[in-house]
Nanobody, 125 residues
Framework: QVQFVESGGGSVSSGGSLRLSCRAS????????WGWFRQPPGKEREGVAA???????TYTNSSRGRFTISQDSAKRTLYLQMNTLNPEDTAMYYC???????????????????WGQGTQVTVSS
């Protein structure tokens, strides 16, 4: 079973940037989709971005154009570069992966497993 540990969160002002990392340990299966999700205060968890084994990326309307997902397989690490942050991006950010399912779409939390503890991102206006 894979374990994920997220890092890189923090507090920034509106318009700022952050780079999140998600390091995997344990058994990391191939042929799956790795994804970033977030859970704003008082709201449900939602998809942010994902990448499959062919390096094909998926973004949501809220992240497209501002966020970039990437993966370093040698380091077993997933990244999320977040630019032009705004207060609506304030949330706990998590990474997870599908099981036995290579497709990233639909980017729904119910399709992903092995959630990390998350890293908090706070954007002030």
């Amino acid at each position: 079973q894979v374990q994920f540990v997220e890092s890189g969160g923090g507090s920034v002002s509106s318009g700022g940037s952050l780079r999140l990392s998600c390091r995997a340990s344990g058994y990391v299966p191939s042929g799956v989709c790795w994804g970033w999700f977030r859970q704003p205060p008082g709201k449900e968890r939602e998809g942010v971005a994902a990448i499959d084994q062919r390096r094909i990326t998926t973004y949501t309307n809220s992240s497209r154009g501002r966020f970039t997902i990437s993966q370093d397989s040698a380091k077993r690490t997933l990244y999320l570069q977040m630019n032009t942050l705004n207060p609506e991006d304030t949330a706990m950010y998590y990474c997870a992966a599908t099981r036995y399912a290579p497709a990233c779409y639909p980017l729904l939390p119910a399709r992903f497993y092995d959630w990390g503890q998350g890293t908090q991102v706070t954007v002030s206006s």
